[in-house]
């Protein structure tokens, strides 16, 4: 019995005095605010177990404080979560209700193996929102193509950021809402 008591107390000092341990999250900037260093961000709920196609489905938003200035890796934070040609649909983070949104799009143009350097994309800002013809065009760098797409009406009156892809990040954390590293993978590359 008196062994059993040793243990005992010895799992609970451990339990007081162990550091915390360390957790990643994965997930694509929907907002950065560089005076707070806060970057709000929509978990890939694969955990970048497949980075060609992560799912960034994880509600609520989760948001971070930066232990330091990112420098050259400052998030850039944009609505898009994905866009899927195949399905003809397009998912979003919808800040005002702080929902995901998914509706389908009707494909005007696309164009596929579009490099960062290609003359369609160089020098260029996207996307591009024309509402007077409700029509959105995008770049994907990871999909690598430009396509135009016309947008449900209720949709046009979203800002140009709801259409752009944010940054994908890797934030460690030990304290919820405080990150302790930050890693921008979609500039790391």
């Not at 799912?55 to 232990?67: I, M, N, Q, Y």
């Not at 020098?123 to 430009?146: L, W």
């Amino acid at each position: 019995m008196r062994g059993f008591r040793y243990c005992l107390l010895t799992l609970i000092c451990l339990a007081f005095t162990a550091p915390a341990f360390a957790a990643d999250v994965y997930g694509r900037c929907v907002a950065y605010d560089k005076d707070t260093k806060k970057v709000t961000i929509i978990e890939d709920k694969l955990g970048w177990s497949n980075p060609k196609r992560p799912e960034f489905t994880v509600l609520p938003a989760k948001e971070f404080v930066l232990a330091e200035d990112p420098g050259a890796m400052t998030p850039k934070g944009g609505g898009r979560l994905r866009i899927d040609l195949e399905k003809k649909e397009i998912i979003i983070y919808n800040d005002k209700a702080k929902s995901i949104d998914t509706f389908a799009v009707e494909i005007i143009s696309r164009t596929d193996n579009v490099e960062p350097g290609n003359a369609l994309v160089a020098g260029k800002t996207f996307p591009v929102v024309d509402k007077a013809k409700k029509e959105v065009t995008i770049y994907s760098p990871r999909q690598k193509n430009v396509c135009t797409i016309k947008v449900p009406d209720k949709y046009m009156e979203l800002a140009a950021a709801a259409w752009d892809n944010g940054n994908d990040v890797k934030i460690t954390w030990q304290e919820a809402g405080k990150a302790t590293a930050f890693t921008n993978l979609s500039k790391a590359k």
